[in-house]
């Protein structure tokens, strides 16, 4: 016994229940007592069956994470699990919430598996970049078959009880008191008697396995990969259990996962998985929250409409406000379609389009804004017409109501300061799109009232959001940093690169695309018109929207895009006038490689990371990570440009930006203080400490 596991008799029936709050994880603390009493209740005559529960919300939900790297405190879970097939009499797993990870393994140790209705199933490691390393993907192909063993290994998504009891996972579903009905199942386990045979004795349904068949099932998995170690090695894992013995099987899967936690793509998953919980505390805790029952948005465009829905999914009634009753007509038109097309494609159920359509309400006139406890304006992005709108909300909103901006650059002390609380005005900027895209950056300014912050944060994870708060600066943490990213493109044209050079140099680095398809899939005339609205230029992409080449859209931008294909084709024509422009400028082309153009590309984006590190515009390094990996698609197993920057070494980034600095005179090559600090320490919070 001990304050994680304890053991009560039921008739002849023993159960195990671990407490380890809150999601029962695997820890050395549950897993010594666990073996402990495992190996009482195998010899101990008067049990004639073991059941393994859980307290609390849910079955174990994973390992401890937080053990990970570590030397590894034994027992381990797979001698736990090697105990628990020595043993004769039935032992049957009784699921409730979820069985993830190490969770799933322990209960692919018991001879049986009985789940409540709701319950899931499934071997997620592969989303921290390892694979299962407790015997589940030698053990779960057993059971259910090669196949769907390695569909849910290699996208680690857990798989519902009524899935589970089809492929074979779970011997039952049980309704009801579901402790009680897994105790009676044992014991008529127990009445019928053996002998009762292990997961890992049971071959059968890895005979049928086609061999040729798993390869190029594998093969394809590996190209999706797009350069993830720990995929492609859980296929591997997957492949042992049909071509070894179970033993070696095991040992060959304890290889690969040792090799995967010591290497940098799971310290990079790691990292992330930590950043997103630490972005996501609620500064205050004792704070008390605003109630947020109704939300209001302002401008029904393209941003506007995807934060609409963004509420609408996550339960909220949403009154929605534009200028004229067409352009309200629009906006919900398209909200209309596109849960439309999530019914198409099965994503979404005709009920619950009907239910999320009828939290709409549409409305022309600021009045009807008063009922909302939280509104976001989403209108154009000049700062008149933002202060305009704040100056009717401060009118007509109740007091307390929340009043946010989606600003993408605009100053939010200055929108606070068009009304008569600024205490009770953040910056909520949403990602296009505003109904798809996790992250939500959270602008705290000067005046923001804490327990307004404390609740949009909250809020945000009601969502489904990411949320990391920032402080006000042009661009905050994302924007800001994209700029300094971009602003080496156009050089490197000049110089030499061509665009499917530099785009080829980022998807190597594990970009899902470079910045010219993203720029030719956003819209080229997007930047144009902000540019000209600033007085900016960039002669490439300004002359190219000048011949009407605006990206994907008209067929032509940076690339060609042919019979309405969304494949880049390299244009001769674009090149040519690369060529063109630089001699015009008398600038000499030479070959430009892929470490050059990563140097002049992503040092200058972790240098102003730093920059805004440095003026605290982010709390954490690891908030800057959440921003990038979650909204503009930097490398999860990179772990974000900061945790990156410790990869590459900051060392080498600052003696590169000076290189640059020194022929170039540009401010964004020159190292920041705290990236120099950085390389001395070796750590972000030692240089920040510093
Ligand atoms: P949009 O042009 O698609 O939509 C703006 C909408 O606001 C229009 O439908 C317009 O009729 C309406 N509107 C204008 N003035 C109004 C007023 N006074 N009252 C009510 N409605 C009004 O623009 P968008 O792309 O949705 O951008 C909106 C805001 O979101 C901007 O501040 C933008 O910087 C920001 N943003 C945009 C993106 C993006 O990718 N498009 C991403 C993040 C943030």
């Known amino acids: 016994m001990s304050d994680f596991v304890s053991v009560a008799k039921h008739g002849g029936v023993a159960v195990v229940t671990i407490d380890n709050p809150p999601v029962n994880a695997m820890s050395f603390h549950v897993r010594e007592p666990l073996h402990q009493a495992l190996a009482v209740l195998r010899d101990e005559p008067s049990v004639a069956a073991i059941v393994i529960a859980c307290a609390g919300r849910t079955f174990v939900a994973g390992a401890d994470i937080t053990e990970f790297g570590k030397p590894v405190q034994q027992p381990e879970l797979r001698a736990v699990i090697a105990l628990l097939e020595t043993i004769a009499k039935p032992t049957v797993a009784a699921i409730h919430g979820t069985a993830l990870g190490g969770g799933l393994e322990l209960a692919l140790g018991c001879h049986f598996r009985v789940a409540g209705a709701r319950a899931k199933l499934g071997l997620p490691e592969v989303k921290l970049g390892l694979l299962p390393g407790g015997g589940g993907t030698v053990r779960l192909p057993r059971l259910i078959g090669v196949e769907k063993a390695l569909g849910m290994i290699v996208s680690g998504t857990p798989i519902g009880a009524t899935e589970a009891l089809e492929a074979g996972l779970v011997d039952a579903v049980l309704d009801g008191d579901l402790l009680a009905r897994a105790v009676r199942f044992a014991s008529e386990m127990a009445a019928r008697g053996g002998p009762f045979t292990p997961v890992r004795d049971r071959n059968d349904r890895l005979a049928v396995a086609d061999l040729a068949a798993f390869d190029r099932q594998a093969a394809e998995l590996a190209k999706k990969a797009r350069g993830h170690e720990a995929p492609i090695a859980c296929a591997e894992a997957v492949r042992g259990a049909i071509s070894l013995s179970f033993d070696e099987a095991l040992a060959a899967e304890r290889e690969l996962f040792l090799k995967l936690v010591a290497g940098d793509q799971a310290r990079a998953q790691r990292h992330l998985f930590f950043a997103e919980r630490e972005a996501a505390k609620v500064p205050g805790k004792d704070l008390s929250r605003r109630k947020i029952a109704r939300v209001g948005v302002i401008g029904a465009g393209t941003m506007g409409g995807g934060i609409a829905m963004a509420f609408a999914n996550g339960g909220f009634p949403v009154t929605l406000l534009e200028t004229s009753q067409e352009a309200l007509q629009r906006g919900l038109t398209t909200i209309d379609r596109n849960y439309a097309v999530s019914v198409s494609r099965g994503s979404l159920t005709e009920a619950a389009r009907q239910q999320r359509l009828g939290l709409f309400k549409g409305s022309t006139d600021y009045a009807d804004l008063a009922d909302c406890d939280l509104i976001v304006e989403a209108v154009f992005e000049e700062m008149a017409v933002k202060q305009e709108v704040f100056g009717k909300l401060d009118a007509v909103a109740k007091p307390g109501a929340i009043l946010a901006t989606n600003t993408s650059y605009l100053d939010v002390n200055a929108i606070a300061a068009s009304t008569s609380r600024p205490q009770d005005v953040v910056g909520l900027h949403f990602f296009s799109p505003a109904n798809v895209m996790k992250l939500l950056e959270i602008v705290r300014a000067e005046k923001t009232a804490p327990d307004a912050l404390a609740t949009v944060v909250e809020l945000a994870r009601r969502i489904g959001k990411v949320p990391v708060v920032v402080g006000v600066c042009h661009g905050f943490v994302g924007n800001r940093m994209l700029a300094a990213r971009g602003a080496e493109s156009e050089a490197l044209l000049f110089e030499g690169a061509t665009p499917s050079q530099i785009d080829k140099a980022f998807t190597e680095f594990g970009w899902p695309m470079g910045p010219f398809q993203m720029g030719?899939?956003?819209?080229?005339?997007?930047?144009?018109?902000?540019?000209?609205?600033?007085?900016?230029?960039?002669?490439?992409?300004?002359?190219?929207?000048?011949?009407?080449?605006?990206?994907?859209?008209?067929?032509?931008?940076?690339?060609?895009?042919?019979?309405?294909?969304?494949?880049?084709?390299?244009?001769?024509?674009?090149?040519?006038?690369?060529?063109?422009?630089?001699?015009?400028?008398?600038?000499?082309?030479?070959?430009?490689?892929?470490?050059?153009?990563?140097?002049?590309?992503?040092?200058?984006?972790?240098?102003?990371?730093?920059?805004?590190?440095?003026?605290?515009?982010?709390a954490r390094a690891s908030?800057?990570?959440?921003?990038?990996?979650?909204?503009?698609?930097?490398?999860?197993?990179?772990?974000?440009?900061?945790?990156?920057?410790?990869?590459?070494?900051?060392?080498?980034?600052?003696?590169?930006?000076?290189?640059?600095?020194?022929?170039?005179a540009r401010p964004i090559f020159q190292p920041a203080p705290l990236l120099r600090r950085m390389a001395e320490t070796g750590t972000w919070e030692a240089a920040v400490g510093g």
Not at 539 to 553: N, P, S
Not at 576 to 592: D, Q, S
Not at 651 to 663: F, N
């Open 623 to 664: 908030d800057i990570d959440v921003v990038w990996v979650n909204g503009y698609g930097f490398p999860v197993g990179k772990g974000g440009p900061m945790f990156w920057a410790g990869l590459e070494g900051a060392g080498k980034i600052v003696e590169r930006l000076d290189h640059w600095h020194e022929r170039t």
């Open 520 to 618: 030719d899939l956003a819209g080229l005339d997007i930047g144009w018109r902000n540019r000209k609205a600033r007085g900016l230029t960039a002669v490439i992409a300004d002359t190219l929207c000048e011949q009407g080449r605006f990206g994907q859209k008209t067929g032509s931008g940076f690339y060609r895009y042919e019979n309405g294909f969304r494949t880049p084709v390299p244009d001769p024509e674009v090149e040519a006038l690369i060529r063109a422009k630089a001699a015009e400028k008398g600038i000499a082309r030479r070959a430009i490689d892929a470490d050059e153009i990563i140097e002049r590309t992503l040092y200058p984006l972790v240098n102003e990371g730093a920059k805004i590190l440095e003026e605290k515009i982010a």
